[in-house]
Each structure stands twice: as C-alpha cells, then as structure tokens.
C-alpha cells in the first residue's frame, strides 16, 4: 500500500523562527492535507491541497504531486504552533482509505 | 450540527467487556471514517462509510471490531471483548463526497473518545 514519510520527526524551534515540514509520498493521491493536532488532542485542518499552493497567514503550503511531496512552511512561529503536524493522503483506486503519515513534533520555545 | 461529535468523551472499562462508542458527523456530510490514535503515534484508518455504499472495513484490526451507520448519519464503532491493546483514542471525521469528479473535501474531525481498558 501507499506509503507517507514525515520529516523531520521532531523539531524544536526558537520563537520567531522559520521552518519547513515535509511529506513524501509512493503513490498516486486523490488529496492531501495537513492537519495540526494541538496539546489537548483536537485535530484542526490547516490545509487541503491536493497540488498547488495556498497560504494562510503564517502558514503556506505546497503540494507537487507529479514528483509526490508536500510541503507546509511556518514562518515566525509561535508557541501556540507547539503540537504535532500530519500530512494525510486520500489513496487512489481500491477505495478511499486515508493514510497518515507519522507526524512531526513541534515545539517552539518562548 | 456545527461540527463532528462523538460521545462519551472518555471511558474505562474492564478487560473483556464490550464498548460502544458514538458519532455524529457533520449535517450533509455522506462520507465518515473512524480511526485510532495510539498514545504518541499517528492515526490508523479503521473504517470508512460512503452514502449506502459498502463500508472500506480494510482498517478493522480483528473482528472484535464492527462499526454501523444508519444513512448518512451517526455511526456506532463496537469493540466486543475488550483488550488492553485496544486502549487509544477513537476518533470520527466526516467530509463531502463529490461524486461527479469521485473525490472528497477535507475530512473534519471530532474531539475522539479516549477508551482505557483496565
């Protein structure tokens, strides 16, 4: 089956900093999106882009899915960006399973 | 309803007892999937519902596992005999399906049910 590789698994950043995570994918994708599970668990949608680019304030994303990889920027980070950042795709032909990658863990130090 | 919700919130039960956890999806959303988060891991695909069709039940890790939904409406997630590797966190999503071009919109997730077995 479709395989979603996450980098970096961990990532600490200073406050104000800048970073970018990554998703790799093996497969052909109906869609991608990235979520942000916060501290208490809930998991909030940032974006859905199956290709393309989009922004959202501090937060950007690219998705080139002719070469099978996403990626999602944060710029200026804050504490409040803590948690954990998972890409998630829609799987093409024999149904529509959604596959998660491991996620990246975040922690922006004050 | 505004968004997805799922209940109970938390519950512990005994090894070997059945669980019956509860979503309501998102109103006019005929896709729902149900996963399972693991303490510090991803989430797992469980099950997947779309309008009357068949459910995708690839993700179901034994056939103590079943899962209902009515329609496009709430679905029900049933562990029967419970283990203490079933203890995680339950979550629910729902999302748009549409139909003409055979893709999804974003899935939107509820809060989850944190299930221990004791």
């Known amino acids: 089956g479709i395989q979603v590789e996450q980098s970096p698994p961990d990532l600490i950043l200073q406050e104000g900093a800048n970073s970018t995570l990554r998703c790799n994918f093996s497969?052909?994708?109906?869609?991608l999106q990235w979520f942000h599970q916060n501290p208490w668990g809930q998991l909030i949608n940032l974006f859905y882009?199956?290709?393309g680019t989009k922004q959202n304030g501090r937060l950007s994303a690219t998705t080139v899915a002719t070469e099978r990889y996403s990626l999602l920027y944060i710029s200026s980070s804050q504490t409040t960006d803590s948690g954990v950042y998972f890409c998630?795709?829609?799987?093409?032909?024999?149904?529509?399973?959604?596959?998660f990658g491991a996620g990246t863990r975040l922690f922006v130090k004050a | 309803g505004a968004g997805v919700s799922q209940s109970p919130s938390n519950k512990v039960t005994e090894k070997g007892k059945d669980v019956e956890l509860r979503c309501d999806p998102i109103?006019?959303?005929?896709?729902l999937y149900w996963y399972r988060q693991r303490l510090g891991q991803g989430l797992e695909f469980l099950i997947y519902?779309?309008?009357?069709?068949?459910?995708?039940k690839s993700g179901l890790p034994s056939d103590r596992f079943s899962a209902e939904r009515t329609g496009e409406s709430v679905s029900t997630l049933t562990i029967q005999r419970t283990q203490q590797e079933d203890s995680a966190v339950y979550l629910c999503?729902?999302?748009?399906?549409?139909?003409?071009?055979?893709?999804?919109?974003?899935?939107?997730f509820g809060p989850g049910t944190r299930l221990t077995v004791t």
């Open positions: 999503a729902s999302s748009l399906w549409v139909g003409t071009g055979s893709f999804h919109y974003e899935q939107y």
């Open positions: 109103s006019g959303h005929t896709a």
């Open positions: 519902f779309q309008g009357n069709s068949a459910p995708d």
């Open positions: 882009i199956p290709s």
């Open positions: 497969d052909s994708v109906n869609n």
């Open positions: 998630a795709v829609e799987t093409q032909g024999g149904g529509f399973k959604t596959i």
